[in-house]
């Protein structure tokens, strides 16, 4: 997936929710130390700073240059690099060595990884006994039934835009292969659901929405998913675009450690 989210990666950086502080406590509740963390596919490193607090040393990869060069600064985060060509080996020297990382999270970004080969780096990383892997995303915005309805005309359009990769967040992660003892927050096939709550006015709803990949996929291809009409339909159904509403972002946790 490499420079699928370098174009926006301005958009992406202000327009997304915050994830909530007690995952992170129910996670660091379920790791035996809290020396080293690895965040994969780390972004802008909003889900990094979080881990940062339970944890002595967080590593923040991503195989975007862009998302890193606006990633959040913090004493406790190392923002590492790990382009397409690294191999497995590689990686696991980068990041600590085998049988080193407490926590390993993945926000919003694990339906785009090679499953098998980071399962297997995973595997390799993580401290036994002890080390845990949470992987998580949302996929829908819900605010009313005036906007849902609207909301779901618009994101039917974009369906033939998407990569095939996002049927698992689509699904709610309840495809996703999963194959990691559970911990008491998910387990493969049936992932724990949470409601994230975010106050935002539709300027900021929009952004997101700009971020979106296959908004971006379909203008390469010179279609414009929000011309100014649909723009305009969104708006009126949200109520104007100053207007602060309440929203609940449809979001779902899995975790768990290697089987041994």
Known sequence: MAGLFDKQADLYLDARPDYPKEWYLWLAARTLQHSLAWDAGAGNGQAAIAVAEHYEQVIATDISEAQLARAIPHPRIKYLHTPLSMSEDDIIRLIGGENSIDLITVAQAVHWFD????????????????????????????????FDTAMKRFHDTTLPYWHPNIQHLFNGYKTLPFPFEAVGLGCEGAPLAVDIPKEMSFDVFLRMVQSWSAVTTAKEKGVDLLPKVVVEGLESAWGGSKLVRSVAYKAFLLAGKVKL
Do not use: H, M, Q
Request: proline share 6%.
């Open 115 to 146: 499953l098998p080969s980071f399962y297997s780096i995973v595997t390799r990383l993580l401290r036994k006994p002890g080390g845990i892997i949470a992987v998580w995303c949302y996929n829908d915005i819900t605010v009313d039934s005036t």
